[in-house]
């Protein structure tokens, strides 16, 4: 008789509690170590031998259950005819009588042998409440599970401390920025302002001139980012900083590394990886090994900028 193995712990806090079928007189129990916490003191035992069965598992149906003959000699047949040969069970006609009180391998084993069907026990038996034997094993679940060590708490549990995490650290984030925006001077806020207007004018003049990222051809110009050479805030003069010649228009990714120093370009034009990030060339995807020069209004102006940036951007040799 297949049946899913309920806790043993679980089993013993129901121990003695009576359990019942819908539509039907039978009425059944875990038997209690202590006779007396039994709805019966005496029943007959039912002996444990196939495997995967356990001892504590045992339930006693109470009351006589009456039920028809199954034709199909299926598994439940076996356990039928030990049942007879033992007299506790008396044929009738065309149905079989369950002598009182007799004990079964589980609660499912006892309904396979009523129903003549394999159903799930554990959602049919039923309490004084109506609350299935399934229902009640949740429920103890529920009250009872306690983590043992790190990473076994009670679902529950671990959905309220990762919501607890995640206010924590927006609350440090909010912190964090009213803590930084309070440190900006009043000319600071303004030079932000003004670099942010300048990279929209720069970029919206850089699209319309080079229409597309230098290295991969991307043209959507949500992900096209203009790249300073030489960084706004080391540029001496507004005009440096606005200046077409110290600009790149690069995708996003690409963007990023020449910002940091992972890439830079010689004198022709030419792509150059930092050691820093050679390990990762393969997860960067194709791009062009050069850059265009085209559209440029000053070539020796922006060849400098390339120079300065190779210099002193660049985290490895100036190529």
């Known amino acids: 008789m297949a049946s899913r193995l309920l806790d043993l712990d679980f089993i013993n806090s129901i121990r003695g509690k009576k359990f019942h079928l819908i539509e039907s007189q039978a009425e059944g129990f875990y038997p209690h170590r202590d006779s007396s916490k039994n709805p019966v003191s005496n029943y007959y035992r039912h002996i444990f031998g196939s495997g995967g069965q356990r001892p504590e598992d045992e339930f006693v149906v109470m009351k006589g259950v009456k039920f028809r003959k199954n034709s199909h000699k299926d598994s439940s047949w076996l356990k039928i005819e030990e049942l007879v040969q033992k007299n506790l069970i008396v044929i009738s006609e065309e149905k079989f009588e369950l002598v009182e009180n007799c004990g079964f391998s589980s609660p499912s084993q006892a309904l396979s042998i009523m129903s003549c069907n394999n159903l799930s026990a554990f959602i049919v038996w039923r309490d004084e409440h109506n609350k299935t034997i399934k229902k009640l094993e949740d429920e103890y679940n529920h009250r009872n599970i306690t983590p043992q060590e790190p990473g076994q708490e009670e679902p529950i549990q671990r ?21 930084r925006i309070s440190t900006i001077s009043t000319e600071e806020k303004e030079d932000i302002v003004k670099r942010r207007i300048g990279q929209d004018i720069l970029r919206e003049h850089l699209i319309g001139t080079q229409k597309k990222c230098l290295l991969t051809g991307i043209r959507n110009k949500d992900l096209l980012r203009v790249s300073h050479i030489k960084p706004w805030a080391q540029c001496e003069s507004t005009s440096t900083r606005l200046d077409p010649d110290n600009c790149l228009l690069l995708s996003a990714l690409w963007d990023a590394a020449f910002d940091r120093g992972l890439i830079t370009f010689s004198q ?16 960067l995807g194709s791009c062009n090994e050069h850059i265009s020069f085209d559209n440029i209004i000053d070539m020796d102006n922006h060849l400098e900028h390339l120079r300065w940036h190779r210099e002193n951007i660049f985290r490895g040799d100036a190529p």
């Open 268 to 283: 022709e034009g030419t792509l150059k990886f930092s050691q820093d990030i050679t390990e990762e060339l393969d997860k």
């Open 159 to 179: 959905f309220h401390q990762r919501v607890n995490q995640e206010i924590n650290v927006k609350s440090e984030l909010l912190s964090a920025f009213e803590n």
